[in-house]
DNA sequence: CTGATCTGCAACCACAAGGTTGTACGTTAG
DNA sequence: CTAACGTACAACCTTGTGGTTGCAGATCAG
C-alpha cells in the first residue's frame, strides 16, 4: 500500500495530465478501445501535432502506453496510475471523516 | 448523479488545482483543521502571497471554503469536490473494465 | 491613538503550456 | 520505384502559471 505511492512529481504529472478536457476525452476513448493517435486526431479540432503533444503528456503520467504497429502507434488506456489517483482522493475524504468523527467523539464525551 | 456531474472548466480547475505538490499538502492541512492564511504560510518555504494565490486557486476549484473570523481568513476544507473527482478517475476505470470484461465474454463465446 | 498583524491586490518577471506550421523519416500500397 | 500515410520533432507565438516585492486596508493589543 505504501509501496504504490508516487512522488510528488509523479503526482503533479498525473493530476496535470488530467486538468484539460481534451486530454480526459482521450483517456475516455482509449480506455474504451486503444486507437493510432491520427485517428485520435480526426476527432477533435486541432492539428495532429497537437494531439500528439496531448497524448506525450498523457504517457508521461503514465495514464496511456504506446505501442507500435507497423507504421501505426497503437494508444491504450493504462489503468493502474488511474486507479491509484482515485485512492489518493478517497485518502484526503477520509482524514476529513476522521476528523469529524473525532470531533463527535468529543462532543459525546462533553455531554456526559 | 447525473445532476452533480460538473462542467469541463470545473474539472479543469479541480484537476488543476490538484496538481500542485503545496496546494495538494494545504488540502490534507485543512482537511485534518482549518487554519488561517498565515498559518499556513508559516509551514512553506515562500511568501506569503504565494499561499495566497495557492489558496485561492483551491477555492475556485470548489476544494477550500474561506470564513472571514475577525481579521484573520479561516481556510477549511470541502471533500464534496474531492468526493466526485474520486467517482469520476472510478468510473474512468470502470469503462476499462467493462471492456475487458466484453473482450472476456468475446473469447468465451468464441471457444464453443 | 499607535503599532503590529493578517489580508488583498497590483505590477512585474521567468518559464512552462498549448497551440500552430514546417520538415524529415520510416512504412505500406500500387 | 513512387506516392501516400503515420509519426516525430523543432521552431515559434501567445497566454497562463508560480513566484516575487510593494503598498493599502482592516482589525486587534496595549
Do not use: C, N
Not at 64 to 90: C, F, I, N, S
Amino acid at each position: 500500500m505504501v509501496a504504490d505511492q508516487l512522488a510528488d512529481e509523479e503526482w503533479d504529472r498525473l493530476f496535470h495530465a488530467l486538468s484539460d478536457t481534451t486530454r480526459r476525452d482521450i483517456v475516455l476513448q482509449v480506455m474504451r478501445q486503444g486507437q493510432s493517435i491520427s485517428t485520435l486526431a480526426r476527432r477533435y479540432d486541432m492539428s495532429f501535432a497537437a494531439v500528439q503533444k496531448h497524448v506525450a503528456v498523457l504517457e508521461r503520467a503514465g495514464l496511456v502506453h504506446k505501442e507500435r504497429r507497423g507504421r501505426e502507434q497503437h494508444v491504450h488506456g493504462a489503468p493502474v496510475v488511474l486507479h491509484k489517483a482515485a485512492r489518493l482522493l478517497d485518502s484526503y475524504e477520509l482524514i476529513w471523516r476522521h476528523r469529524a468523527q473525532a470531533i463527535d467523539a468529543l462532543l459525546a464525551e462533553e455531554e456526559t
